[in-house]
């Protein structure tokens, strides 16, 4: 069964520090895609990861794959208060349908 | 405006009542996939279809059915509904399996 685990669920920074969004996964996929969603609004796609050792970076947010290691991670590198959404990580599953985590809810405080 | 537009945005019904929720994709696409997004459950996918077949299910309840026509938007179909049921739904879509999906605003659905 593929399963996607996010942690912290929850997660309060100030403005300007630094921190990391964890994603492990259970089973090999080809692809792990990183979701924003802004309260009571749709989701927007931020990255689609495709092979073992992706890097992508879009302004502040950067992600990484390690299949290895089933591991995705977002590093956030110095948070302002527009980042302060809910984002998730999602595992491709065998027909391309997605397998969301639970999310980790950001709050970027001044 | 990702291109996918979902109708009704909320809807609001009462137990063991049944709705349509509907689904245009983004001109092109010809996968569709059905969400369900909740507090307790999180996102979860329901189904996806491709060109007007069924391809995946997912935690979809005998209750819910969906299918996908010629002019490839989609309904999804929930019948005898439960207080749990309550919850936003999203479709979405991508030009094919495993392309990156387009999430349209969801429908809100509230059961009394």
């Known amino acids: 069964e593929l399963k996607v685990e996010q942690n912290p669920l929850f997660l309060s920074m100030q403005e300007g520090k630094n921190y990391t969004i964890y994603c492990n996964y259970s089973t090999t996929s080809d692809r792990l895609y990183w979701y924003r969603q802004d309260p009571g609004k749709s989701l927007e796609s931020l990255f689609v990861l495709l092979s073992n050792g992706a890097v992508k970076q879009e302004g502040r947010l950067m992600a990484s794959l390690d299949t290895k290691a089933r591991l995705s991670t977002l590093h956030i590198t110095a948070a302002v208060h527009d980042l302060s959404a809910t984002y998730f990580c999602?595992?491709?599953?065998?027909?391309?349908?997605?397998?969301f985590g639970k999310g980790t809810k950001l709050s970027v405080k001044p | 405006d990702s291109g996918v537009t979902q109708t009704p945005k909320h809807l609001i019904t009462a137990t063991g009542q049944r709705v349509t929720l509907r689904c245009s994709p983004r001109s092109g696409d010809l996968s569709v996939y059905w969400y369900q997004q909740s507090l307790d459950q999180g996102l979860q996918f329901l189904i996806q279809?491709?060109?007007?077949?069924?391809?995946a299910k997912g935690n979809i309840l005998e209750r819910f059915s969906a299918q996908q026509f010629p002019d490839l938007h989609s309904e999804l179909n929930l019948s005898s509904l439960e207080l749990g049921d309550s919850a936003l739904y999203f479709c979405a879509s991508s030009v094919g399996p495993w392309q990156p999906q387009h999430f349209g605003d969801g429908t809100r659905l509230s059961i009394l």
């Open positions: 999602a595992l491709g599953g065998s027909q391309g349908n997605l397998i």
């Open positions: 279809y491709y060109n007007g077949e069924e391809r």
